[in-house]
């Protein structure tokens, strides 16, 4: 029996060496831990046709190990665990025009437009469905599809693919447009100068929204009346409502803030004023207490005088009174302590009120300065662009297309120079030889004063 152990122990040995154990190999997982393309951001690029996938499998096995003893009797040694890479599972898989790839024995898979964590989860259910057992599966993009640029650039030809690429990147590789004798340094100066208008439109949509945010404060309104600048700058009314809807969000919550400063305020004042009433008739029966020792103590004092009582219940009853006016006075502080505490508390409404509607104009004084100056900022941005497109005086991007594979075969689609390329899109920029640009070209700056206002309501999305 023993001997029959030892040789399943040398065959399967033999088996994993076959197969390329993971040992000086791949570097397999290690066994608990978590695969390490489960960490992965979550802006994780999602797959695309084209793509090809590095996919490996790997299996725990456990070795038996015996020691040989005395009289031919196998010791029992314990048992060896290593990795087993199933080479005939694991290779390069490309994405295929379907959206799908095919592995042997698990079957076909679709990929397009999910992440990797989620293939893998279905690769390991199908794993484990077919084989009865679970693994270890390493996913990673070996390479995508590049892009391809043609037309008015200086070298069309494919490029590689990276994440987060737009058009401008994709002309930027391609040495620029063709533009004859024009400056190529123009160009992404002029480039730099249209980010740097977008950062300051930006800029000045949130400035809009947070001004109004601060005036539904100081009015006291649970809404924001939101100017027509707003909606030229954004564009469309979508746009206008995620940025209100934000600031609706930190509305509310001010305002929640305030009620909790003014109920705390209002819970001072009362237990004074509480406080105050309880010490008023605790004194009450102190001072009823103190005239009717008195009104004794003048009895006693005649009976003392005929000779009637000692002088040991005249020395006992002032004692008494003794005792009855230091409460007296006690009480005495503790009511105007109260008292100090309630004009305290009456005077810190008034005040709360008045240092936020100070701190609420500041703000708002800060805001407008901050939008002058993006706007002064746009106004530069947008002068220079128009400059910097006029030296160049030769042919000019006009449109950009691009072509991009789908199941339904190429699609054409227009597209700006902000626009955002997949692996395997053909770009195609058509430029025209153009008149100097005028001012006109590009939009005009939203003007500074208030215009109508549509209002949302703090509910409104």
């Known amino acids: 029996m023993l001997a029959i152990v030892r040789i399943c122990a040398t065959i399967l040995v033999a088996v994993a060496l076959a197969g390329g154990v993971a040992l000086g190999q791949t570097n397999p997982p290690q066994p608990g831990a978590p695969d390490a393309a489960r960490a992965a951001s979550p802006g994780e690029p999602s797959l695309e046709v084209g793509d090809k996938l590095k996919i490996s499998f790997y299996e725990t096995i456990d070795v038996g190990a015996a020691k040989q003893g005395n009289r031919d009797r196998a010791e029992p040694q314990g048992v060896l665990r290593t990795f087993y890479q199933r080479m005939d599972l694991g290779g390069d898989y490309t994405v295929e025009p379907d959206g799908a790839i095919s592995i042997p024995l698990l079957g076909r898979f679709a990929v397009e437009k999910r992440a990797l964590d989620e293939l893998r989860a279905d690769i390991a259910v199908s794993f484990m469905s077919v084989m009865g057992r679970s693994a270890n599966i390493e996913i990673k993009i070996a390479e995508r599809a590049p892009i391809y640029v043609l037309g008015s650039v200086k070298n069309p030809g494919s490029y590689k693919h990276v994440p987060g690429m737009i058009v401008l990147h994709a002309v930027a590789l391609a040495g620029g447009l063709d533009r004859g004798e024009g400056s190529l340094a123009s160009l992404i100066e002029g480039a730099r100068e249209m980010e740097r208008l977008r950062s300051a439109t930006v800029q000045v949509k949130h400035l809009l929204v947070r001004r109004a945010r601060l005036e539904a404060e100081r009015d006291g309104a649970s809404s924001l009346s939101v100017p027509l600048q707003l909606a030229s700058l954004a564009g469309e009314e979508a746009v206008a409502r995620r940025l209100i809807a934000i600031e609706n969000t930190i509305l509310r919550a001010e305002q929640a803030r ?75 502080a503790q009511i105007a302590q109260a008292e100090s505490r309630l004009a305290e508390a009456e005077e810190a409404g008034p005040r709360l009120l008045s240092e936020d509607a100070a701190n609420l104009a500041k703000s708002i004084a800060t805001i407008d300065k901050e939008i002058a100056a993006a706007q002064e900022t746009m106004t530069s941005a947008r002068a220079l662009a128009v400059v910097l497109q006029k030296t160049n005086g030769a042919p000019q991007a006009e449109s950009y297309e691009i072509v991009r594979q789908s199941r339904e075969g190429p699609q054409k689609r227009q597209a700006t120079e902000m626009s955002s390329l997949m692996p395997g899109d053909v770009l195609k920029v058509i430029a025209k030889t153009t008149s100097p640009v005028v001012p006109g070209v590009l939009a005009p700056l939203p003007q500074s004063e208030p215009g109508p206002n549509r209002t949302y309501t703090s509910n409104e999305r």
């Not at 009620?259 to 004074?272: I, Y």
């Not at 004092?301 to 009637?308: M, T």
């Open 258 to 332: 305030r009620m909790q400063q003014v109920r705390e305020v209002n819970s001072k004042a009362d237990s004074a004023r509480n406080e105050m009433e309880a010490l008023r008739r605790k004194l009450e029966q102190v001072d009823a207490q103190r005239d009717m020792r008195l009104e004794r103590l003048g009895e006693l004092q005649k009976l003392k005088d005929r000779g009637w009582v000692t002088s040991n219940n005249v020395v006992t009853l002032r004692s008494e009174l003794s005792d009855i006016e230091a409460r007296r006075q006690d009480y005495l």
